[in-house]
């Protein structure tokens, strides 16, 4: 059995092993120097089975290798699994992420808000966490990190390889619906970027409950999948071959620190790892732990009709860019956002802030999700 250890010297850092059953000489099979390749690593299995913390393992080992770089943690559960970096062999290098409406004190690790990162911050830190609790909410997470995403594959060159962890592949698609994209937008993007990534130096390591549905399509494109213990459903069809090679019922009742994995090229293999030691257990409270402070901005978006200061509900937004596109001033030209804010009572900031944000969404995305809810004419227009 192969036996991959990180490079750090510490006998209680995870492993992970795997006797390979088919092909057992192709270049995949050698997991180890695999590692240290821009590649994706799907982790398939029920609920408690072990996902996260494989995940974890498979970005440590990575991260360990020469060329290994950060570990980028996303969509963490609400738990802020994600803090038990903070006591991982990178403890003393580690970059929490946060919402811009929410106030987070550490005593141990810097605290940034996601629109800040920097590329030299990829080279900086060992770990950057993304903790569901500093956000006011799942939609305002699933925003900043879709836009977050967008700014990972900006990086051109690269020297170190960074990982990016994925609890829960679904929530990606999330995002990119929460910036304005549809169901198959948001697909196709996710499966673009993957194929993309080795351009940006990126690995990811992905978990997900299921093995049909939406991912199927980035299923296809994994380097690697692992198979965890599927619960009561066993495999799916496209799988039956495996029950040639393993008793159905010791597949269904698979132990969490065991595993099968297959390779794009077809190397079957079965493994196990240790539970990483940082991993957070279920009853823990890993922010009182860490005497983690928080302090949320009352929420003021959860109120979409609000009209007043800074706040712009949806119609006035889509106002305010149809004014910029069809009012004229006497001598015709287009209307100032002076002379739009005068107009609705307004500061100028205000209309400035609006289309920033339209344009931004336009160009990202396609689309401006507010002018959109309201049917506005421009949605697809920038200004
Ligand atoms: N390699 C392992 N060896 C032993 N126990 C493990 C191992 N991996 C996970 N576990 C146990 O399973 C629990 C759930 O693991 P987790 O990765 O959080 O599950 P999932 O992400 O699939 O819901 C962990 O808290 C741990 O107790
Ligand atoms: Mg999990």
């Known amino acids: 059995m192969e036996e991959l250890k990180p490079k750090l010297s510490s006998p209680t850092n995870p492993t992970l092993s795997a006797t390979w059953l088919r092909f057992p000489n192709s270049p995949f099979a050698d997991l180890n120097r695999q590692l240290s390749r821009p590649l994706a690593h799907t982790v398939v299995g029920g609920k408690e089975g072990g996902k996260s913390a494989l995940c974890e393992t498979i970005a440590f080992l990575g991260a360990s290798q020469k060329n290994g770089g950060s570990i980028i943690d996303l969509y963490g559960a609400r738990d802020n699994e994600g803090l038990g970096w903070l006591r991982s062999p990178f403890k003393d290098s580690v970059l929490l992420l946060k919402g811009e409406h929410t106030q987070v004190n550490c005593p141990t690790a ?90 940006s130096g990126l690995s990811i390591a992905v978990d997900t409950l299921r093995w049909m549905g939406a991912e199927i399509n980035y ?88 009209d007043t200061g800074l706040h712009v509900n949806d119609n006035t937004h889509a106002g305010i860019i149809r004014d910029r596109f069809e009012k ?23 209309i400035h802030d609006q289309i920033c944000y339209h344009n931004d969404a336009v160009t990202g995305v396609g689309e401006c999700p507010r002018c959109k809810r309201v049917n506005g004419k421009y949605a697809k227009q920038e200004v």
Not at 234 to 252: A, E, K, N, R, W
């Open 219 to 306: 299923r296809t494109i994994s380097d690697y999948i692992y198979l965890k213990a599927p619960g009561i459903d066993g495999l799916p069809q496209q799988l039956d071959f495996l029950y040639s090679y393993f008793d159905p019922f010791q597949i269904m009742q698979m132990p969490a620190e065991q595993f099968i994995v297959l390779s794009r090229r077809g190397a079957l293999g079965v493994g196990r790892f240790d539970c990483p030691y940082w991993h957070k257990n279920e009853h823990e409270n890993l922010r009182k732990l860490f005497a983690i402070d928080l302090k949320h901005d009352k929420d003021e978006t959860k109120d979409l009709t609000k």
């Open 110 to 199: 810097p605290c940034k808000n996601i629109g800040e990162v920097t590329l030299d911050d990829l080279e900086d830190y060992r770990v950057i966490v993304s903790c569901a609790r500093f956000y006011r909410s799942i939609r305002e997470e699933w925003y900043s990190v879709g836009k977050f995403l967008d700014f990972l594959w900006t990086r051109e060159s690269w020297t170190k390889l960074c990982w990016l962890v994925v609890r829960e592949a679904n929530s990606i698609i999330s995002s990119r619906m929460m910036l304005g994209e549809d169901q198959a937008q948001a697909v196709k993007y996710f499966v673009k970027a993957m194929q993309e990534m080795r351009h």
């Open 328 to 350: 004229k001033t006497k001598k015709g030209k287009v209307l100032s956002m002076g002379a739009i804010a005068f107009s609705l009572g307004r500061s100028s900031k205000t």
